[in-house]
């Protein structure tokens, strides 16, 4: 991973909250964000963005976050990338199931636009190696 967290590909079937996270994440938080509307969208476009880390929407329909991610993890150009996912399933055994996939972090939907970006940079900083 690069030190710095510059570039976030974003996987949201909802287009309003996709308008919303990336408007926060580029004014305010800095960042380069490619929206995808949907898992395979992500698939398609990851290898040519080379994101920084991975924010999924959980629930989607026809690929779903987690299936997203097993597919991330199976390829070679992209199983290093880290995958936080935002969802509004937010019970303890769900988080875990997430993170048991893989899954570095979960960001509570709704989520505030204001601090999205400084939740991703303490998730980033806080798995540096």
């Known amino acids: ?16 909250i996709r308008a919303i996270a990336k408007m926060s994440l580029e ?3 800095q960042l380069e964000v490619e929206s995808c509307a ?3 969208d992500a698939l398609d476009r990851v290898a040519a963005f080379a994101p920084d880390m ?26 290093h990338i880290p ?3 935002m969802t509004a399933k937010v019970q303890a ?4 199931g997430y993170k048991v996939l893989g899954a570095l972090e979960v960001i509570s939907k709704p989520f505030d636009p204001m601090t999205l970006h400084q939740q991703l940079k ?6 540096q190696s």
């Open 93 to 96: 055994s769900e988080i875990e």
């Open 54 to 79: 991975v924010l999924l929407d959980a629930m989607m329909p026809e690929m779903d976050g987690p299936e997203v991610l097993k597919q991330l993890r199976a390829r070679d150009d992209t199983n």
């Open 27 to 29: 004014k305010i938080g």
């Open 38 to 40: 949907s898992g395979q």
């Open 83 to 85: 995958i936080v996912f």
């Open 122 to 127: 303490d998730i980033w900083l806080a798995n």
């Open 1 to 16: 991973m690069t030190s710095i967290l510059k570039k976030i590909l974003h996987v949201e079937d909802e287009s309003d």
